[in-house]
Nanobody, 117 residues
């Protein structure tokens, strides 16, 4: 059974940084064959895509985080990261990682990120 465990969330002041990690286990295919995506959901809002990285290492970001967030993957550690810099109040949300491969899609339990002064 596929398990995704996010970590690294917490409380940070505006302008601060956090690094989220998502460690995967229990998958059938090679970790490197999956696309990896970070989503977030703020209270009262729909879940939105934050950043994605393909099998080939190509990345894409939501306009709201471009230039501030960086997604990366370590296939040897079966882990995807989200480096978040220059955090803003609007970045407050539960952050989820997703592992996808064709029709397969797996979600982590989420990690809370709170940006507050």
């Amino acid at each position: 059974q596929v398990q995704l465990v996010e970590s690294g969330g917490g409380l940070v002041q505006p302008g601060g940084s956090l690094r989220l990690s998502c460690a995967a286990s229990g998958f059938t295919f090679s970790f490197s064959s999956y696309g990896l995506t970070w989503y977030r959901q703020a209270p009262g809002k729909e879940r939105e895509l934050v950043a994605t990285i393909t099998r080939a290492g190509n990345t894409n970001y939501a306009d709201s985080v471009k230039g501030r967030f960086t997604i990366s993957r370590d296939n040897a550690k079966n882990t995807v990261y989200l480096q978040m810099n220059s955090l803003k109040l609007d970045d407050t949300a539960v952050y989820y990682c997703n592992l996808g491969r064709y029709a397969l899609s797996y979600w982590g339990q989420g990690t809370q990120v709170t940006v507050s002064s």
